[in-house]
């Protein structure tokens, strides 16, 4: 078994998550704030994207964070007549983040880098044993 393989692929897959969680919640920090300016968009939500490549180096499969996509589904409204960006109608233009859907993300990449976490553990109890039996 190749060890720099399994630490390479690992370590990757933390740094694509953690990037991936730095996204999520940015637009949890942005669900709430709307637009300062009448007709004006709000924040859209950012949603990753991944793409894989081989180290031609270890010849392990990495992960990356590709291009971050725009949500491009609708805005929600709120009935603020109060606001200085509301419309005619007294709408307000309010982000397209819903929050159940970025906390299941978020928890989906929690898992995702605990997983790749406990693949770095695993693989450095293998090299200490490895290492145990060379020395005996």
Known sequence: MDFLKSLTTAAS???AQSSRMRLI????????????TVGGQPYR???ATFTQQVDRETGA???EQGRVRRDTSPFRTKYDPGNPSANAQGE?????VNGLIENMDMREAQRSYEANLNMVTATRR?????LEILKA
């Not at 307000?92 to 397209?96: C, F, Y």
């Open 13 to 15: 897959g933390l740094k």
């Open 61 to 63: 499969a990495l992960i």
């Open 126 to 130: 293998m090299v200490a044993k490895t």
């Open 92 to 96: 307000v233009a309010m982000p397209n």
């Open 25 to 36: 919640a940015e637009n949890i920090a942005n669900a709430d704030s709307a637009t300062s």
């Open 45 to 47: 939500r950012k949603i």
